[in-house]
């Protein structure tokens, strides 16, 4: 089974970069998108041989999640059932025969860590919930995290230690989730860095692999044994994130 996630920084833009070529030339089981920046309504486009699964912010052009599945899920759950973040649109879960899959864009930051503070009750919030869902089926979860968890996980870690997205803080909600169980599917098969999934579109960034590793699929430890494959793909442009994805075991 293919799975695939991709942070597209507007679905919009995406689609008039190549989008529907990759998703073509892939065939992904399932395909997890995240900041689409819109509702269905504002995109007026059939998905072929998928269904579209949409969950979208209150406010317009912002945060959003949608999941295109070649098979139609069991159930379809849109936010975690704490209204402060379902507002924003950032979560949807996909009910499968085996597993629930979980398609999340993780609140940042920001810049100056203004939402720092908010982070770290989504973290914790986050992982109640992911437990609590647990408790019906494993779960593999998948998206923009936006934290790089480790050293190997971002090219220059000592310059960035306190910046968004590397905050000891930030690191330890996802510590939590390791402690809780859940397993960081790419660093089962590499543990080398210089792998990244986020690339700043100043100073050549992305040409240099000057990155950040903060996209990810992670899962219940139940689903170790039938992790096949955990892949990055660097090559695809689109979007300032590249996709990534997960194969497993039928």
């Given at each position: ?49 998928y269904e579209a699964h949409w969950n979208w912010a209150e406010k317009k052009g912002y945060s959003g999640v949608l999941t295109l599945t070649r098979k139609p899920p069991a159930r379809v759950e849109r936010g975690i059932g704490v209204a402060i973040h379902d507002r924003e649109g950032r979560v949807l879960a996909t009910e499968f025969a085996d597993f629930s899959l979980v398609n ?147």
């Amino acid at each position: 089974m293919k799975l695939i996630s991709w942070n597209v920084n507007g679905i919009r833009a995406a689609l008039k970069k190549g989008f529907l070529d990759f998703l073509g030339a892939e065939r992904p089981d399932v395909m997890c998108v995240q900041e689409t920046k819109a509702r269905p309504e504002d995109v007026e486009i059939e998905w072929p041989g998928y269904e579209a699964h949409w969950n979208w912010a209150e406010k317009k052009g912002y945060s959003g999640v949608l999941t295109l599945t070649r098979k139609p899920p069991a159930r379809v759950e849109r936010g975690i059932g704490v209204a402060i973040h379902d507002r924003e649109g950032r979560v949807l879960a996909t009910e499968f025969a085996d597993f629930s899959l979980v398609n999340v864009y993780v609140p940042n930051s920001q810049r100056e860590l203004t939402r720092l503070q908010y982070r770290q009750r989504w973290d914790r919030d986050f992982l109640a919930w992911l437990r609590k869902l647990e408790k019906r089926k494993p779960v593999i979860f998948c998206g923009d995290l936006n934290v790089a968890h480790t050293e190997s996980d971002l090219a220059r870690p000592k310059d960035n230690v306190k910046n968004h997205g590397f905050t000891p803080e930030e690191r330890a909600g996802f510590s939590a989730l390791v402690a809780a169980g859940f397993v960081d599917t790419f660093r089962e098969f590499e543990k080398a860095g210089g792998h990244y999934t986020w690339w700043s579109q100043m100073n050549n960034a992305r040409a240099r692999n000057i990155g950040w590793r903060i996209d990810y699929f992670v899962c219940s430890g139940a689903l170790r044994p039938r992790l096949q494959a955990a892949r990055i793909y660097p090559h695809v442009t689109g979007s300032d994130h590249c996709p990534v994805g997960l194969e497993l075991k039928l």
